[in-house]
Each structure stands twice: as C-alpha cells, then as structure tokens.
C-alpha cells in the first residue's frame, strides 16, 4: 500500500473548492520531471459533471490515504474508463449514494475491478484471477508475482466497502467505519480487514512456520513476516504471536464483564 498525504490534502482541497471559485492543481514534479499545472474549473467542465462527480471514487479504488494501490493500474485508466464505459460509470456511482446497500457496493466494487483488470466479461473475481494466473503461468519465464493477480473475491469486498467509506467521507455523509471494512485493533486502532479467508488453503499454510525466539518475530528474519503471514500455533516459540497480543486485552475485558456483574 502507498500512501501519498500531500497529494491526498491536495484532492480534498480540489473537493472544497472546485465547487466555487477557480482552483489550479499542481502536482509535486516527479524526480528529474518538470511541474505541471491543471485548471481545475476547466478540467471539470470538460468532463462534465457526471464524470467529475465520479473523480472521488477514481481516486479512491486505485489507492489513497486510507484504500490500498492496485499494482500496476494508473489513476489516468479509471479516467478513461469514466469517459468511454457505461458499466464502470454505472458501478462508480454506486460509491457516491449515501443509501447504497452493502451487497451493491460490493457488487459494484467488483465489476468496476474486473473492468479496471481488463476482465468485464468474466463474471467474478475469483474466475478471473485462476484465468489470468495460468495465461501468466503458460506464458512466464520466471514465476509469477502474486500482485500482478487481480485481489480475490474476499479481499475485494473489504477494499470496495473502504473505498465506499472514503467517498462518503468526503461527500460529507457520516458514515460507520466498523461496517466498512475497518475493525478496532487494541481498542484504540482503525485496521483494514484484509480478507476473510485464510491466506492459503489450510495444508500449505502448515508449511510456513518460523523458529524465532522469543519477541524474534518483529525482526525481518522471521519466516511468517517474510511470506506475510500472520505467526500460527505451528511456530515453534511464539505459537501466533498476533495470538499472545491479543490474550491480555481479552482477560481485561473478561474481569470487567466479571465486576459489573
Ligand atoms: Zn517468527
Ligand atoms: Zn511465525
């Protein structure tokens, strides 16, 4: 994940004062590059409004602040689709209705992705992703990175319900973030649900297990870190860490269900 906060501050400043006045955009000149600039009054009446209200979801599916970046596809792609794709603009809308339902958005979400990953007539993303992996595969050299892969079914749902979340935010509507793909870590956090399915099938994750010592696995040596896996019960000395983590904040709460009681 990328995340670029002047360019972020920069966009919401576009939202706030595109609507009046003139505003121009300017981003930061890429390294040996030259600076441009954009009117932003003019852009928008290219586009027209329709297009230019579908901007913030652009903006939003392909990686900001608070959405992952989907590796290999540009913001310029999701513009052109906009102009050219009564499906995607069909889906993008979606992002914008503050009374969208869960499963709409997640359907959406995901059409709009399998358009953005050159698979419109495929009907899910997990079909997709065992098609594109064996024409890589037929086709490969070397072995095939996992990102270039469209994100699976699972995964897509979380990203679509934060990019949903993120479009509100900025439209002004309240929204709740616990239902948006975010959970509460350590009580105090906001953390991305990644997925609700298990990184691997079961009998390969068995595979993967570290022997760090103790407190080892923050270090870039240990075997989960490096696969980016979370630490199982098959590690030798940590047995799942993230597990440990979370024994205390559980037994807290327990002792204070067991005083109000
Ligand atoms: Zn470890
Ligand atoms: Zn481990």
């Known amino acids: ?28 000149a890429k390294f040996g590059g030259t600076s441009s600039a954009w009117d932003i009054s003019e852009m928008k009446q290219k586009l027209g409004t329709d297009v230019s209200n579908l901007i913030p979801f652009c903006h939003a599916v392909l990686g900001c602040d608070t959405t992952s970046h989907l590796y290999g596809i540009g913001k310029g792609k999701a513009v052109q689709l906009l102009l050219s794709n009564k499906s995607f603009r069909d889906s993008a809308a979606i992002f914008g209705d503050k009374l969208a339902l869960l499963d ?14 050159g698979c419109p007539d495929v009907s899910n993303l997990d079909t997709a992703r065992k098609l594109i992996f064996h024409r890589k595969v037929s ?16 995964a897509a749902k979380y990203h679509s319900l934060r990019v949903y979340c993120q479009v509100q935010i ?40 570290c022997s760090c010592r103790i407190d080892g696995c923050d270090s870039e040596k240990c075997t989960c870190k490096k696969n980016r896996l979370e630490c199982t019960i098959a590690c030798r000395t940590c047995k799942g860490s993230s597990l440990i983590k979370v024994l205390p904040i559980l037994r807290r709460r327990l002792e204070e269900e067991y005083v109000k009681l």
């Open 1 to 28: 994940m990328h995340t670029k906060p002047q360019a972020s501050l920069k966009f919401e400043e576009y939202l706030k004062h595109s609507r009046s006045g003139r505003l121009y955009f300017s981003p930061e």
């Open 104 to 117: 709409d958005i997640v359907a959406a979400g995901e059409r709009a992705l399998l358009i953005l990953y």
């Open 139 to 154: 086709t490969a050299t070397t072995f095939v990175p996992p990102q270039e892969l469209q994100p699976t079914q699972a």
């Open 170 to 209: 900025w439209l002004g509507n309240p929204v709740d973030p616990l239902r948006l793909g975010w959970k509460l870590q350590d009580n105090e956090v906001f953390a991305p649900i990644k997925t609700d399915l298990p990184a691997a099938p079961s009998q390969l994750l068995k595979i993967i297990k």
